[in-house]
């Protein structure tokens, strides 16, 4: 409706008669055609319609089609949808009212609508940790528990107990990380604060002695690089630093853990295993990978606290080195840090009997410069014997190179080891084992010459001289220690390569040299053609008998002449003469199939005469002609006697014509081609 200026009334005239909408006196009165409705702002727009009922706007300017005028909208451009005065792009709760705007773990979602703690709104499994900032997402840890602070829950951890693991004799408990010491509710042990009830690490199953968990169960081990100072390491009673568990797998006698450490430079495995050489140990076969990037220098620690019963916290404690180089130090001090670059001397080995007290065993070993994707790998022994006469010679038979024994602080318990004498050894350390060299021919020796020089019939592991013995003596390149062949050093003790006398993987022959030609090619194949190598003989050989590739199957190059017909020649009869059935360039022979030649005869009588043909025939045979004899001249040329009979009725002239087929046996004509020959008086030469 047209709106008349102020001061004119205005008049509305209606089925009920003429109204005044709007007096001229008054310039500020609300419009008489908004009654009932009313104009608040005085902008001329009726509240019942106006879209900014308490502010001017005569224009009714909506940019965002919301209903709310722009000049009254708290949210141009956006919405308010849950009417709490924060616009939606703003609002931490768009469609819960939420005033305050409460975010108590700041993820940017409001309080009033998040359903968990931490950023994101999504709760897999329902325990109130956000999806995520869960260390379990599919696993209910409300908790959030990681005891190794890598990141992963407890309760979602590749291993979460460990194993307990029996061979008869010894008894182990094997935490996830690859120490000993796990709980053990059931222990049969006399309870009692002093005998560490409730957990298991060695036990001697005869006499039914625990070694290593009584007290603080300390047991464990560390690993570092010196180049950059970084270290992991675990045991029982601090649980793991800088690690996390990648594997853990067990069987009743046997586990096999696998862990990384935190900075990605090491992954260490420890595989838990009865020992071949007697059941009075356990092995350990430790594995230290450098899985970074860079060379790194490596360092190992293994570190417990000897509490031998039937008197744990009081033994007698024996180190002994031996000749390992990889060995750096060894203590008594079980309160040392995991982490090897850590060392705080209380009584440094080698020491027998120290004691009797609360004592334990720390060695370290330094394996030097391990390089990008190297590996190193070393034994460990645990076990018990029931005297200490009984575990040297267990420790003689494993070959360890250096050792510790627990002893209880009973009478007589640091000379005779009654009623259990406990072991940790070592192998595989640089050295030779303990015992050898002494003159006697201890349990685990092949021989004792009271010397460990190599060579002289003993070697320096008291084993005789010879190839797999694990030393390396005069006309031999390596020696690992067995006579199997292929994996790097083989049975004749050199480096397994082609040449070494060994037929190993991958190889047909091996005849003790490199020389091609004799039987065996330098590649170790047999000496033939489409071996690889080019010997006498050939001309090429592209290791295979493929022909037309450039070498061909008889290893001559491709070429017309070479005796082998390759695409682009119609024969190849391995020379380039013509008239031999095979012309000079290999484009015209005899053919697979039939040729036919025709013959012109004038007379009906017998005919001895000779043909020269560009062929080698094996077989001739007259058509309308019978064929007597024939024979293969030298030449190429073929001679026959043919018996022709004249038809009845000879075409005008006198002379007919008759057919001899030709059936080539060097197949170097064209398939099934026929060839004519113009008829010749039979009286004179061949053609």
């Given at each position: ?27 500020h009165a ?10 608040f702002?005085l902008?001329?727009i ?35 949808s ?44 329902f ?13 209910f ?8 602070g ?10 979460q ?43 001697y ?11 603080l ?35 009743p ?8 450490t ?64 990889n ?56 076990g ?11 420790i003689?038979?494993?070959?360890a ?63 005789l001289?010879?190839c797999?013995?694990g ?14 062949s ?60 493929v ?11 491709t ?75 030298a ?31 060097d ?11 113009p ?9």
């Amino acid at each position: 409706m047209l709106k008349p200026p102020r001061g004119l009334a205005t008049f509305v005239l209606t089925g009920l008669g003429l109204f005044v909408l709007q007096s001229p006196s008054d310039a500020h009165a609300p419009l008489i055609h908004c009654a009932g409705a009313g104009d608040f702002d005085l902008d001329d727009i009726c509240d019942d319609v106006d879209n900014c009922i308490f502010t001017p706007n005569p224009t009714q300017d909506d940019s965002d089609f919301d209903g709310v005028g722009d000049a009254c909208d708290l949210c141009p451009g956006d919405y308010d949808s849950d009417g709490d005065g924060h616009c939606n792009r703003a609002d931490v709760c768009p469609f819960n009212p939420d005033p305050p705007q409460t975010d108590a773990d700041l993820d940017g979602i409001g309080d009033v609508c998040d359903f968990c703690f931490g950023p994101g709104r999504l709760d897999d499994d329902f325990d109130g940790a956000c999806t995520d900032a869960d260390n379990c997402v599919f696993t209910f840890n409300p908790g959030q528990f990681d005891s190794d602070g890598d990141g992963v829950g407890d309760v979602c951890e590749p291993c979460q107990s460990g194993a307990i693991l029996t061979n008869g004799t010894i008894t182990l408990g094997v935490g996830c990380q690859g120490h000993l010491n796990i709980p053990f509710e059931r222990d049969p042990l006399p309870e009692s604060p002093q005998e560490g009830v409730g957990w298991i690490g060695l036990r001697y199953n005869v006499t039914g002695a625990a070694a290593t968990e009584a007290g603080l169960p300390a047991e464990g081990w560390g690993v570092a690089d010196v180049t950059t100072g970084a270290w992991a390491g675990t045991n029982a009673a601090g649980g793991p630093t800088n690690m996390s568990v990648q594997s853990f797998e067990s069987t009743p006698d046997r586990a096999v853990s696998s862990v990384d450490t935190a900075d990605g430079i090491f992954r260490v495995t420890h595989d838990f295993h009865p020992a071949p050489s007697t059941p009075q140990l356990y092995e350990i076969t430790v594995t230290i990978q450098n899985i970074g990037v860079q060379p790194t220098h490596l360092l190992y620690r293994r570190i417990m606290d000897w509490d031998i019963y039937p008197t744990p916290a009081s033994e007698f404690v024996t180190l002994e080195h031996g000749t390992a180089t990889n060995l750096l130090r060894s203590d008594t001090n079980w309160l040392n840090s995991l982490n090897p670059l850590l060392f705080n001397s209380t009584q440094p080995g080698p020491v027998t009997d120290a004691g009797p007290g609360d004592l334990g065993a720390l060695f370290d070993f330094d394996f030097g410069t391990l390089g990008s994707g190297e590996s190193k790998s070393f034994n460990i022994y645990y076990g018990a014997a029931g005297s200490e006469a009984d575990a040297l010679a267990v420790i003689g038979a494993s070959g360890a190179e250096a050792f510790s024994l627990g002893q209880p602080s009973v009478p007589g318990g640091a000379t005779t080891g009654i009623p259990n004498t406990f072991i940790l050894a070592f192998s595989a350390i640089g050295g030779s084992p303990v015992f050898c060299g002494n003159g006697a021919i201890d349990p685990g020796e092949e021989c004792d010459d009271n010397n460990t020089t190599s060579g002289d019939g003993c070697d320096a592991n008291c084993t005789l001289t010879a190839c797999g013995n694990g030393i390396v003596t005069a006309g031999e390149e390596c020696d690992d220690a067995n006579v199997d062949s292929g994996d790097g050093c083989d049975a004749n003790c050199t480096f397994t390569a082609c040449g070494n006398g060994i037929v190993t993987a991958g190889e047909e022959c091996d005849d003790g040299n490199t020389t091609s030609g004799d039987g065996c090619d330098v590649n170790c194949t047999p000496t033939a053609c489409g071996n690889g190598i080019v010997t006498a003989g050939e001309e090429c050989d592209d290791a295979n008998v493929v022909s037309g590739d450039g070498c061909d199957g008889n290893c001559t190059l491709t070429r017309c002449g070479n005796g082998i017909a390759t695409p682009g020649e119609a024969c190849d009869d391995g020379n380039n003469l013509d008239g031999d059935g095979c012309s000079s360039d290999c484009e015209q022979g005899c053919g697979t199939g039939t040729a036919f030649f025709a013959q012109g005869i004038r007379a009906a009588s017998k005919t001895a005469f000779t043909w020269a043909l560009p062929v080698s025939v094996d077989h001739v045979r007259g058509d309308l002609a019978q064929v007597s004899s024939y024979n293969v001249l030298a030449t190429g040329t073929i001679a026959m006697t043919t018996s022709i009979q004249a038809p009845e009725n000879p075409p005008r002239g006198g002379g007919f014509y008759w057919l001899v087929r030709v059936d080539c046996p060097d197949s170097t004509w064209s398939s099934g081609a026929a060839r004519e020959v113009p008829g010749r008086d039979a009286n004179l030469p061949g053609f």
